[in-house]
């Protein structure tokens, strides 16, 4: 899967991730009316209204972009209704041939990592069947457990040839609390970043590997170490755009090859209609606004990169 | 919920929460056969019988025991129909008065951990209509992304009277492998604790905090300096029976009160009938072997806590 992302990131030109994670506040009304008019105000008409804003930002977008990335507690919060439609997102995203992260920052101690393994990367036995209950490609894992907490993730990836993220730096303004800590005169992150070049190791695509990680674009120069540190595993960038990350601060997640990193852009695709650059699209062409937003953002990162050179 | 916890410990005696982690080959035979004869080879037989199998064992033992855990990854692996196995049996078990800890590990960024917190804590808006999709009392949140990842849980705890145990040394072998690296001389599991106490001091209960630790049986010598260092959290122990930990490994998570800790068995207790020492109960009458372990293990802890006296 990972030669499957590089590839089509390569086709596309745009490192470029769209986070679904849809609020509420996000979909237009007309979009939730009718979906509150079909399944009431409920958590089905909630969870409808998910699904066609997502369909539509999909449909507007997928030709120019070479993954999603949905966040399943988006989906999670709206119970039953909202996972069944987590998994629809995931399979219509597949429909499009593109690629899906599951951003489910999952991890637990080794028997039940392989259970939530089986659940997003993998699948489950019932008698003599098999199921794979929300078949993402990819998807994030968080490493307090240490290896392993991750490692039932990694034979699941070797044996599906699916990938992980795992958390190394994360965006928000505390993820310095732990991660900054030093130990042994370098920061947590880094040990965190070792560990993911080690676990990557053992399952290498043809130029990286299906052990990735997440490093925020909040934080540029500790992406320039751990460039370094982890120079085969992709890096999963979030905090572009509303969070405050901006085109040049990509430049130092990325390989001399012009690889190796793929930034997530969620408010600032999917509610592109709301800011006052996309303004003139108006909320019924919200799809719209989110493909030029795509377009801009992979401009901006372009630039970055040439101007980088 | 934190008083109802403590509460209940005192009337039953039993500083014991039950983790229901059914994994199908706990489950005897006969309970997969009904549940395939009724839902067909499939999802939904599979948590069909995880639902009826937990109801037993429920049934068997509520009367002993103040609360239960159940594993979200075990019905996770199950898809949808899993999660729903997973919201009636927090119903099942809330309906018997028992207090109810979703193992669910979560832990994101701030918007992020929000919506967890409203999904599995607190409730979710749609139109003038509220939600609650799956109401446990307590959760588990992973602290690896710092404050700003588990405030948005504390500020739910507080609305709504539940709450949390945020993990801080886990059971499994490897998870030494951050948390015990040493910054400014002391372990991270310890900084943990330092926060964890510190997140606590703002929701308290009568004598405890709703904000308590995930602290594994299988390392009793950092669970008492894990006690001093966290006096008014309390203490959430897995690791006790399969994975090694034994009652007098406890004691050290216990205040002088007697309180303070409450000590998880999963497989101990609900796969009882497979051991050597319950075998006599048969596969039929799995809920009274899991209704003697509960028995056992109640005896086993207090027997250590009186000889630490």
């Known amino acids: ?49 998910i699904f066609r804003f997502n369909k539509a930002i999909v449909d507007a977008t997928y030709d120019l972009i070479p993954a999603v990335k949905p966040q399943i507690a988006m989906y999670e919060q709206y119970g039953i209704p909202g996972l069944i439609a987590y998994e629809k997102t995931v399979s219509y995203c597949q429909e499009k041939d593109l690629v899906v992260i599951g951003d489910i920052k999952r991890g637990d101690i080794g028997s039940t990592s392989l259970s939530y393994a089986a659940a997003h990367l993998g699948s489950v036995k019932v008698g003599d069947k098999t199921f794979a209950p929300f078949h993402e490609d990819f998807c994030t ?75 925020g674009a909040t934080y540029p120069e500790m992406g320039k170490v751990l460039r370094k540190i ?40 999917i509610a592109a209609y709301k800011q006052d650059k996309y303004a003139e699209y108006g909320e019924d062409n919200f799809a719209e606004a989110s493909r030029a937003a795509v377009i801009d953002m992979k401009e901006d990162i372009s630039t970055a990169l040439e101007a980088a050179k």
């Open 141 to 215: 894992v968080n490493p307090y457990l240490g290896s392993d907490g991750v490692n039932p993730f990694i034979d699941v990836c070797k044996k599906e040839k699916k990938g992980i993220f795992v958390l190394v730096k994360t965006s928000n303004p505390s993820s310095g609390e732990f991660q900054d800590r030093l130990i042994d005169g370098r920061p947590l992150y880094e040990w965190v970043g070792e560990k993911v070049n080690e676990w990557g190791a053992d399952v290498m695509g043809d130029s990286y590997s299906s052990v990735g990680a997440v490093v």
């Open 1 to 49: 899967m990972i030669n499957k992302l590089v590839k089509k990131i390569q086709e596309t030109g745009a490192p470029i991730v769209v986070g679904l994670d849809p609020k509420l506040d996000f979909i237009p009304k007309s979009v939730q009316k009718e979906a509150f008019d079909e399944y009431g105000v409920t958590l089905e008409g909630a969870a409808e209204a």
């Open 230 to 269: 982890m120079p085969k595993s992709f890096i999963l960038v979030p905090g572009y755009g509303a969070q405050g990350g901006q085109g040049k601060d990509l430049v130092h997640f990325f390989n001399e090859d012009g690889l190796g990193a793929i930034v997530n852009s969620s408010r600032g695709i």
